[in-house]
């Protein structure tokens, strides 16, 4: 999911890479306070929040300045704002410069204009050493199927918000032993963090425990609601999607669907909550349902892996069909 399209940080030049390593140890710890509320919104999925918190906080220093204009930008993705992000493409913050070239190749048709954008990306990335770029360009490589070469990006940065992307990359592999390793190796440095908390719940959940993957979910939710001072328990879509996974792990498929169907309110085009609803309509038996979920996604994302599997599916018994007629 975007909730993880953006990493900490900005470092454009010089001068802010070696004010990192001179900060001291309190004024680290003071720069991450002031900037927590600000990730933890924005990995929870509440990004209109985060964005309002980005503009409103100052940083206490370049750095803290630089990381809050990054995380600005990667609001603006997940929104979307492409109009905003284009204003960024010549920005001095390194990491709205890398986000501006993710949104063209999100958003483009044109090959060769996505082919550039990457190789654009890349380059950034390797230039500024900037933690935002590289999270960014490991995650263009991870879509891409280089997943050895995302791994090697996010372990040269390795601050909690990268080192949880490397825990959701394993797990896409399948690797969950090493997604444990890393998850362990995280444990400690800040165990409150959302990135932290929504990395244990993806570990619980590939690992066989949906039980306390749907407790961090409806913890998280509580923590952090979709509109400020609701305790309805009412999140945002990703969290939603988390709680109708693991109950979908657990068996429970209508309770899933009220999940799906609550974070689909928020998010009516997501790929990621239609494909879920297609798969609890099929496990309940509502044929009608499921047509109806499995036909909006098709018109907004035709090139999604479950729609290509299923229409491949399709086409191979229409064959056979075809044969046993002859």
Avoid at 18 to 36: I, K, T, Y
Avoid at 73 to 98: H, K, T, V, Y
Avoid at 105 to 124: D, F, P, T, Y
């Amino acid at each position: 999911r975007e909730g993880f399209g953006g990493g900490r940080g900005s470092l454009h030049g010089s001068s802010s890479l070696l004010s990192w390593f001179v900060l001291l140890p309190a004024e680290v710890a003071a720069m991450d306070d002031e900037l927590q509320e600000v990730r933890d919104n924005f990995y929870v999925g509440n990004f209109t929040k985060a964005l309002q918190l980005c503009e409103s906080t100052e940083g206490s220093n370049e750095i803290a300045q630089a990381e809050l204009g990054a995380t600005l930008a990667r609001c603006c993705l997940a929104i979307p704002q492409f109009d905003r992000l284009r204003a960024m493409q010549n920005s001095e913050i390194a990491g709205q410069r890398a986000a501006a070239l993710m949104a063209v190749i999100m958003k483009s048709r044109n090959e060769q204009q996505v082919a550039s954008a990457k190789e654009k990306l890349s380059g950034l990335a390797k230039e500024t050493q900037d933690a935002s770029c590289a999270l960014l360009n490991a995650i263009v490589l991870a879509m891409d199927g280089n997943w050895n070469e995302a791994a090697q990006m996010t372990k040269a940065h390795p601050v909690l918000e990268m080192q949880a992307l490397t825990v959701l990359l394993c797990l896409i592999c399948n690797q969950a032993g090493m997604a444990e390793k890393v998850l362990k190796e995280m444990t400690g440095a800040n165990d409150d963090a959302a990135s932290y908390r929504l990395a244990a719940a993806a570990v619980k959940l590939a690992t066989g425990d949906p039980e306390e993957a749907y407790l961090t979910y409806c913890d998280l939710s509580s923590q952090f609601p979709a509109v400020e001072g609701d305790d309805s328990g009412a999140a945002s879509a990703l969290l939603q999607t988390g709680k109708a996974l693991a109950n979908m792990q657990r068996g429970m498929f209508t309770e899933a669907v009220e999940d799906l169907q609550r974070a689909l309110a928020t998010a009516q085009n997501d790929p990621d909550i239609l494909v879920n609803l297609c798969c609890c309509m099929t496990h309940l038996g509502k044929k009608d349902e499921f047509q109806q979920y499995y036909a909006k996604l098709e018109q907004v994302a035709p090139t999604n892996h479950y729609v290509v599997k299923t229409q491949g599916m399709s086409a191979v018994f229409a064959r056979f069909k075809s044969q046993q007629a002859v």
